[in-house]
């Protein structure tokens, strides 16, 4: 091994040891970070789940609902009132992209990347976002207003493009969309998904296709699926008879 190896070797090997005391040593008496409805709500969850570890997910959504986002002191708070380790609280937490472990801002957008969302110019939607925000992913708007975070299918396939915006999913998006809804939240408003639907989204009757039309091309449809079968026995014919 040569000389730089071992050095960094033992580099690598002190800063893991000092990790591990850091990580041990980390202790928050629940009494005195939660708040007395916390610990009430947390323990509700614990009488009605199987297992303390069951509860954790809620425990960390219920801090989260209070506080905006889960701090290692939060992390440690839930990890002493429950009895699990924090690693385990940790895992949960790092799993539900909702569970936030660094401060965000008042609303969290998620953008969803997924393939319906991709094939319907998400890309749009979240250039919209960025250059009317002033954020990349994982950022907070200076005013301290906007989230940017990206999301795997938020189950709006159908509707895509798709965000969700504290807990509120808006589909079928533009881009002036986007930016009437960034708008209304500023002045304070919540727009509703259906207030911003544009009128080039609501399907003309006429583009709607009349039953007698779908009924004619069902028929259409059987027509040269019998053609097909007698052409195939036809040929089967023929090949018997060559043979
Ligand atoms: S792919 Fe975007 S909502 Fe499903």
């Known amino acids: 091994m040569s000389l730089t ?4 070797t033992k580099q ?4 893991t040891m000092v990790d591990e005391q850091r990580i041990d040593c980390q202790f ?3 009494r005195s970070y939660l708040t007395e409805q916390e610990i009430t709500d947390i323990e509700h969850e614990t009488t009605i789940l199987e297992t303390r570890e069951a509860a954790g997910i809620e425990a960390l959504k219920i801090v989260q609902h209070n506080r905006g986002w889960i701090s ?5 708070a839930i990890s002493d009132l429950l009895q699990i380790p924090a690693a385990t609280l940790e895992g949960v937490a790092t799993f539900y992209n ?6 965000v801002g008042k609303h969290v957008i998620h953008v969803c990347d997924s393939i319906s969302c991709y094939l319907t110019s998400y890309q749009e939607i979240l250039d919209t976002l960025k250059t009317t925000l002033n954020i990349e992913y994982g950022q907070t708007s200076d005013d301290g207003m906007f989230t940017l975070i990206s999301n795997a299918c938020l189950g709006g396939c159908d509707k895509a493009p798709t965000i969700m915006v504290s807990g509120v999913h808006y589909q079928q998006l533009t881009p002036g969309k986007v930016i009437d809804i960034i708008h209304s939240l500023k002045q304070g408003k ?3 998904p259906e207030h911003i639907a544009e009128a080039e989204d609501i399907a003309e009757p006429e583009d709607i296709a009349e039953p007698e039309t779908i009924a004619a091309q069902d028929n259409l449809a059987d027509q040269n699926s019998t053609i097909e079968q007698e052409n195939g026995s036809e040929q089967k014919k023929k090949g018997e008879r060559d043979v």
């Open 5 to 8: 190896t071992l050095i960094q």
């Open 12 to 15: 690598s090997s002190s800063r």
């Open 28 to 30: 928050v008496d629940h």
């Open 72 to 76: 290692d002191e939060s992390l440690y």
């Open 98 to 103: 909702l569970i936030y472990r660094q401060k």
């Open 190 to 192: 919540q727009p509703e």
